[in-house]
Antibody, heavy 125, light 107 residues
Framework: QVQLVQSGAEVKKPGASVKVSCKAS????????MHWVRQAPGQRLEWMGW????????KYSQKFQGRVTITRDTSASTAYMQLSSLRSEDTAVYYC??????????????????WGQGTMVTVSS | DIQMTQSPSSLSASVGDRVTITCRAS??????LAWYQQKPGKAPKLLLY???RLESGVPPRFSGSGSGTVHTLTISSLQPEDFATYYC?????????FGQGTKLEIK
């Protein structure tokens, strides 16, 4: 079935980096853009950026520009999100999500129809 | 960035009730509005997009309307599985932004 499976929870110290993976199955990975969205405890969802899994193009939220890097491995149908210079405010659940449209057909529409289960990242000294 | 504000922030209702949640954008977003449902400890689930289009597999008791700056989500007859938090999201301009959520609780 169509699904995204993310890597497990992480605990990091301030200043460190974290890399979260998102493995796709049940659909053609390279036909879609993959987004990353985070949710701090009790807070609203926050979009971080996306990668076109077909051509490797990326776009990041200005808020995270310079700290976030989204990559993909087409042979493994996996997207990755790395966040550096971590601070306590980065404690959140990080989700990958598939864009609703095939990128070659409609571009990136920025609605999210398939989500990973989420990865809790805790930043604490 | 476009700011999204939902009202109410929480709502108590009973099974069978009709409920409406409102989402206001800080500027016009045409019909570029999606609604998600999130249950505790789970990822969000897409319910509607383009303000009123139902995602495949979503029951027709969910409906959406609106254009411009004011949008609504209506659940015509609440079922036990509908008690959750609902988020609106605009995708009119980047970055896409979400409302703060409306928690729907059992009365």
């Amino acid at each position: 079935q169509v699904q995204l499976v993310q890597s497990g929870a992480e605990v990091k110290k301030p200043g460190a980096s974290v890399k979260v993976s998102c493995k796709a199955s049940g659909f053609t990975f390279t036909s879609y853009a993959m987004h990353w969205v985070r949710q701090a405890p009790g807070q609203r969802l926050e979009w971080m950026g996306w990668i076109n899994a077909g051509n490797d193009n990326t776009k990041y939220s200005q808020k995270f520009q310079g700290r976030v890097t989204i990559t993909r491995d087409t042979s493994a149908s996996t997207a990755y999100m790395q966040l550096s210079s971590l601070r306590s405010e980065d404690t959140a659940v990080y989700y990958c999500a598939r864009d609703s449209a095939r990128v070659a057909v409609a571009g990136t529409v920025y609605t999210f129809d398939i989500w990973g289960q989420g990865t809790m990242v805790t930043v604490s000294s | 960035d476009i700011q999204m504000t939902q009202s109410p922030s929480s709502l108590s209702a009973s099974v069978g009730d009709r409920v409406t949640i409102t989402c206001r954008a800080s500027q016009g977003i045409s019909n570029s509005l999606a609604w998600y449902q999130q249950k505790p400890g789970k990822a969000p689930k897409l319910l509607l997009y383009a303000a009123s289009r139902l995602e495949s597999g979503v029951p027709p008791r969910f409906s959406g309307s609106g254009s411009g700056t004011v949008h609504t989500l209506t659940i015509s007859s609440l079922q036990p599985e509908d008690f959750a938090t609902y988020y609106c999201q605009q995708y009119y301009s980047s970055p896409p932004t979400f409302g703060q959520g409306t928690k729907l609780e059992i009365k």
